[in-house]
């Protein structure tokens, strides 16, 4: 008995078994693309008849029973049948349902091999430009946060050990630097998505005089792809797209990791909104900075999308194989979860509640200027070397007697074995003021830092 039920049942005797078909079934995951799916041949039976492949009133034909097809899928009413291995099958097989013969000429010209890079990519541009935008918001509140936080100055970190202040807006331009990168990921992912697999067939073109350049410009890409077996056996864009996930995700995993120290009671440098914790079934005084730690391990997840495709590619001959299938379980995994992450965090840096004087308290009382002081000293005259010495030997006085730097008199520099000398300013102010060079944490250098930042934003 011949399956009559599936695409390719013309060549087999029976159908499929169960335990395959279920394996071999992509559809739960697939049908997400039905609209691009649709949009794909609606562009292929256009040019099917424009080029005489198919006749007009083929086309037409085509065309309104795939509006009605998408009416069905759009309020719900689609009905899938088993053997609906994929949304491109069920798409062809209702369609055909509906308008009979001229659904059964749809594929003429086609494979479901460029079919469905072809509508993967179409997915892919619009997913990637919706996220280039999300993108702008959580910078667009990092920014917000930095101009609000100029003049906040908090602890820098080396090892997590206290090393020099610096001032909160220059810390927060860090990640701002990293999301600018981020973008430019993205933007190539979009770049490399921009050439139309359509007409790829199932790998070395078709046998029809087809217009490329015309389903091309229909669906939006810049123009046909160049070769064949690369177009249909490729998967590259959507391991640039989880290359950027994954890296923005790293972004976003270390921003969290700050908040949740930097919102923990020994710290106390920001409160993070409600709207951003969660609390404890058991004990009732908890507030805890979910959203922040949640961020911090999403990005072990989209490493995992990313390494599962290059696991999926390495090693495969060209051209499709049906290892492709597996792609988009990754992909559409790493999407979604990005879609979560970047308006939660979003949200919670642009409600958050920076403790401008837990933050200053923090720099003050120990050795944050340590290397202030030994500049001065340089300044005087004495080799890096030994300033650097002198002031490591006037910290260990210092922590003996229990008091900062700033408050060393003649006993620790005594002990130090230094002369009297007179002490700079060894305030956290003085020494954010003094890193004034392209890059550094002064006010001028952070305020132009910021501008440039904004600017840059404007541009995305
Ligand atoms: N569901 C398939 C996929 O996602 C579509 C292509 C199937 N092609 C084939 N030759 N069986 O890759």
């Not at 609606?42 to 009133?57: D, K, N, V």
């Not at 490399?192 to 087809?210: E, M, N, R, Y």
């Not at 597996?326 to 958050?352: I, S």
Request: aromatic residues 6%; proline residues 4%; negative net charge.
């Amino acid at each position: 008995m011949s399956d009559g039920a599936r695409l390719w049942g013309g060549r087999f005797d029976a159908g499929p078994a169960e335990a395959f078909d279920r394996l071999n079934a992509s559809l739960p995951v697939d049908r997400r693309l039905w609209r691009h799916d649709i949009q794909g041949s609606r562009a292929h039976a256009r040019m099917l008849a424009a080029q005489g492949i198919i006749s007009a009133e083929d086309g037409e034909a085509i065309a309104s029973g795939l509006d009605r097809v998408a009416a069905e899928l759009e309020r719900g009413a689609f009905e899938f049948a088993p053997a609906d291995e994929d949304i491109h099958t069920a798409v062809e097989r209702r369609l055909t349902e509906l308008v009979g013969d001229p659904g059964r000429r749809l594929h003429t010209a086609r494979s479901r091999n460029d079919q469905v890079i072809t509508d993967t990519l179409l997915y892919l541009r619009e997913a990637a430009d919706a996220q280039r935008a999300r993108l702008a918001g959580l910078v667009g509140a990092l920014l917000d946060q930095a101009e609000a936080n100029l003049d906040t100055i908090i602890p820098g970190y080396t090892h997590l050990q206290r090393a020099q202040p610096v001032r909160l807006a220059h810390h927060l331009l860090a990640y701002v630097r990293m999301l600018e990168r981020d973008r430019v990921r993205i933007e190539a992912v979009r770049a490399a998505s921009d050439q139309s697999p359509l007409g790829s067939g199932a790998l070395a073109g078709v046998g029809f005089p087809i217009d490329r350049e015309m389903t091309a410009a229909e669906l939006g890409f810049e123009g046909p792809s160049v070769n064949s077996m690369e177009a249909v056996g490729g998967r590259d864009q959507l391991a640039g797209y989880l290359h950027f996930a994954t890296q923005l995700g790293v972004h976003l995993s270390r921003l969290g990791a700050e908040f949740v120290w930097w919102a923990s009671e020994e710290v106390g440098f920001v409160e993070v909104d409600e709207a951003f914790s969660s609390g404890s079934s058991m004990l009732p005084q908890k507030k805890n900075p979910d959203a922040a730690e949640l961020a911090r391990a999403k990005a072990a997840r989209l490493a995992a999308d990313y390494a599962g495709l290059v696991g999926v590619m390495s090693g495969l001959p060209l051209a499709y194989n049906k290892d492709l299938q597996e792609d988009k379980a990754f992909l559409f995994d790493a999407v979604d979860t990005v879609d979560l992450l970047v308006p939660a965090m979003t949200g919670m840096v642009a409600t958050a509640r920076f403790r401008p004087e837990a933050c200053r308290a923090a720099c003050e009382g120990g050795f944050l200027a340590a290397i202030d002081l030994a500049d001065h000293l340089v300044r005087e005259g004495w080799p890096f070397r030994r300033a650097h010495e002198a002031v490591g030997s006037l910290v260990r006085a210092c922590e003996a007697t229990g008091v900062g730097l700033a408050e060393a008199g003649p006993d620790e520099l005594a002990a130090a074995g230094l002369p009297d000398l007179e002490l700079p300013p060894l305030d956290a102010q003085a020494s954010v003021e003094a890193k004034d060079v392209f890059g550094g944490t002064a006010r001028a250098r952070v305020e132009l830092a910021l501008m440039a930042a904004r600017a840059q934003l404007r541009e995305w």
